[in-house]
Each structure stands twice: as C-alpha cells, then as structure tokens.
Nanobody, 112 residues
C-alpha cells in the first residue's frame, strides 16, 4: 500500500502558477503516478496527468501546455507544476498511483 503525503497548493489569481508535491513511499512505479482533481460540487476525480515508470508524461486535454509533472527519485517526490491557471482549475488535487491509494488532497483556488 502506497503512502502519499501532499504539499503545496493555495490561492492564486488567474494566470498564476502553483506547484504541488507528493512524497510517496511503498510505491513500486508499476502504474506510474497520477495527479487528479475534484472540482467544487463534483464527486468524481478527473485525471490531470500521469508520469510513468520511464518518466514519460501524459496529460488531459485541459492540462496540456500548461501543466507539467516531474519527479525527484532521490526525494521520492512527484511534482505537479501548474502554469497559466484558470478559475476552472479550482479544486482539490490528489496524487495516486492506482486510484486506490490517495494523498490527502491539496486545495487549489484560482480567483480574481
């Protein structure tokens, strides 16, 4: 079972940037690591993007060109770098390798 501890997030104006971090343990990278978000008032958590074992990244359409995922294996940390944030990016962001184990969630609020 993976243990996941998130940090980062906060409030920014539209166009701003934030970086989230996910420190993981007990994770074997078989399924990579994904970032998900849950918009206000919604139950489902939608995929933002993933980073695979090999380091390749894949993003949802809304994240392409604005978000990036990277990792620092020495720190067992995966990062979600978010640029050009929009109001619609507001939500709680989670890291998860398999949609079963989840980080505690990090609030991201984009407002003017």
């Amino acid at each position: 079972q993976a243990q996941l501890v998130q940090s980062g997030g906060g409030s920014v104006q539209p166009g701003g940037s934030l970086t989230l971090a996910c420190v993981h343990s007990g994770h074997d990278w078989a399924s990579g690591m994904g970032w998900y978000r849950q918009a206000p008032g919604k139950v489902e958590r939608e995929l933002v993007g993933v980073i695979t074992r090999s380091g390749s990244t894949h993003f949802a359409a809304f994240a392409k060109g604005r978000f990036n995922i990277s990792r620092d294996d020495a720190k067992n940390t995966v990062y979600l770098q978010m640029n050009a944030l929009e109001i619609s990016d507001t939500g709680v962001y989670y890291c998860s390798p398999d949609r079963r184990d989840w980080g505690q969630g990090t609030q991201v609020t984009v407002s003017s």
